[in-house]
């Protein structure tokens, strides 16, 4: 079993940052893809952003050049997935969730941060 817990939204101005910690424990040995979907009110859930074991990355068209993704591998028994948000516009207002997903496909979920972007 893998449990993700995410912190870290809040509320911001346009052109602000914010940081989005995700606390991965558990089962992490084979965990491959980490990352951030978001969905805002009325909207599909969209990625944001996936990072692999290795470090390869891969962003949302509407969230590149702004965000960045990192990982923390370090410890056995937890890691670490980021998410730096740059330059904010109201649009990227909704929740984000925390995805983990394992060289098996199984997904595993966070319970999701509200991020406003509004002045």
């Known amino acids: 079993q893998v449990h993700l817990v995410e912190s870290g939204g809040g509320l911001v101005q346009p052109g602000g940052s914010l940081r989005l910690s995700c606390v991965v424990s558990g089962s992490i040995i084979s965990l491959n893809f980490m990352g951030w979907y978001r969905q805002a009110p009325g909207k599909q859930r969209e990625l944001v952003a996936v990072i692999t074991r290795s470090g390869i990355t891969n962003y949302g068209d509407s969230v590149k050049g702004r965000f960045t993704i990192s990982r923390d591998n370090a410890k056995d028994t937890i890691n670490t997935v980021y998410l730096q948000m740059n330059s904010l516009k109201p649009e990227d207002t909704a929740v984000y969730y925390c995805?983990?997903?394992?060289?098996?496909?199984?997904?595993?979920w966070g319970q999701g941060t509200q991020v406003t972007v509004s002045s």
């Open positions: 995805h983990s997903k394992t060289d098996w496909g199984n997904d595993y």
